[in-house]
């Protein structure tokens, strides 16, 4: 994708500069006409291709590092983690599933303030995220903040109703 925009950028860069009309010494323009600009229909097909073949890897290196980070949970392997989740999130950094996996795995190594770490990172791109909501509700009772866990709880449940570990949670405080 970035070597899209930077071809498109090229492009423009090359369109705007043959479109100037500076005189050099001699008196002559320095514009180029139509006929030195026009690109054959091979070239085109060509850059054609070439920006299909970019995608298809972009997409091919964005699956494989999903896979590496799936199956890096599963393997409580934190080194593959890390590595497929910078692949991850330095391609979207607002990539709400690796952020919550990343905040599961903290929060399950013994790391809670990592895992609030995240989980506040997603809500802060989605407040209304339920299990983010009700995660950090968990957290709060467990750090003795039981009023700001039942924010989190309520909050969870506005996300989602049928929350159940959110309904559960809550229904809990209150017995």
Do not use: W
Not at 83 to 93: T, Y
């Amino acid at each position: 994708m970035r070597i899209l925009i930077k071809i498109s950028i090229l492009c423009f860069m090359l369109a705007a500069c043959s479109s100037t009309t500076e005189r050099s010494g001699s008196g002559k323009s320095n514009t180029l006409t139509a006929q030195e600009v026009k690109l054959s229909a091979t070239d085109i097909k060509k850059q054609e291709k070439i920006n299909e073949d970019i995608e298809k890897s972009l997409k091919t290196d964005t699956n494989a590092a999903e896979e590496r980070f799936k199956s890096a949970i599963k393997s409580n392997n934190e080194d593959s983690l890390l590595k497929a989740a910078a692949d991850l999130l330095g391609k979207n950094p607002d990539n709400i599933e690796v952020l919550s996996g990343l905040a599961d795995y903290y929060y399950r190594k013994g790391f809670p303030d990592a895992a609030r770490i995240f989980y506040t990172r997603i809500l802060d791109k989605k407040p209304d995220h339920p299990d983010s909501n009700n995660n950090l509700g968990v957290l709060s009772f467990k750090e003795g903040k039981d009023a700001e866990g039942v924010v989190y709880f309520k909050k969870a449940l506005q996300g989602s109703r049928r929350h159940v570990a959110a309904n559960y949670n809550l229904g809990s405080y209150y017995l």
